[in-house]
């Protein structure tokens, strides 16, 4: 089983070069010129392995790189796409700051998150924007590789946006790919 694309992806970032952070073979975007970007290539991690349950594949890691420590040049690619990955950054507030360095001016930022309501987050607390700050302030980075350590609705990704001074450019608050979380996409 694989999911659909997202036509809202294809709409952005068709024709671009870009990164996807945490690829997926179940979960394909098809853009054509995007490398996937991951913590690690080892094949055995569970995730690796639920792809090859879900598919009977897995999706090649073109590079190693931590997700918030990139090794891209400022203002280089055209996009930075994921998802379900923001939520396993302990400070996503750095995370995005890094998308947004690496992609050029007018490039994009398109990511899907889990919604609080959708995933099996339903029952946790919802993660505050002090909470993210303060997680900032204390320097805090580094995937948390198998919790999600932020639980968030559509307004919340909001307010992180406008908080970090990001433009928003689209969003679904049902994603168009998998359903079960939002699309917030922001153009630099």
């Keep these: 089983m694989k999911f659909k694309e997202s036509a809202l992806a294809h709409k952005f970032l068709d024709g671009l070069t870009g990164i996807e952070i945490g690829g997926a073979a179940h979960n394909p975007f098809g853009i054509a010129h995007c490398l996937n970007v991951d913590y690690t290539d080892d094949i055995t991690t569970i995730f ?10 897995y999706l090649k890691v073109d590079l190693v790189a931590s997700g918030d420590n990139l090794p891209f040049k400022d203002d280089s690619l055209d996009f930075v796409v994921s ?27 398109f990511t899907i998150c889990p919604h609080k309501e959708r995933t099996f987050d339903k029952d946790r607390p919802r993660t505050t924007l002090q909470e993210l700050i303060d997680r900032d302030k204390s320097g805090i980075i580094g995937p948390d ?14 307010e992180v946006c406008k908080y970090l ?17 939002f699309t917030v996409v922001l153009q630099k």
């Design 48 to 57: 690796k392995k639920h792809e090859v349950e879900l598919c009977g594949e």
């Design 83 to 109: 998802s379900h990955v923001i939520e396993h950054f302990t400070n996503p507030l750095a995370a995005l700051r890094e998308w947004m360095r690496v992609v050029k001016p007018g490039g994009y930022i």
């Design 145 to 158: 590789i198998h919790g999600h350590c932020t639980v968030w609705i559509t307004e919340d990704m909001y």
């Design 165 to 181: 001074s990001y433009r928003v450019v689209a969003f679904q608050d049902v994603d168009d790919k998998v359903g079960n979380g």
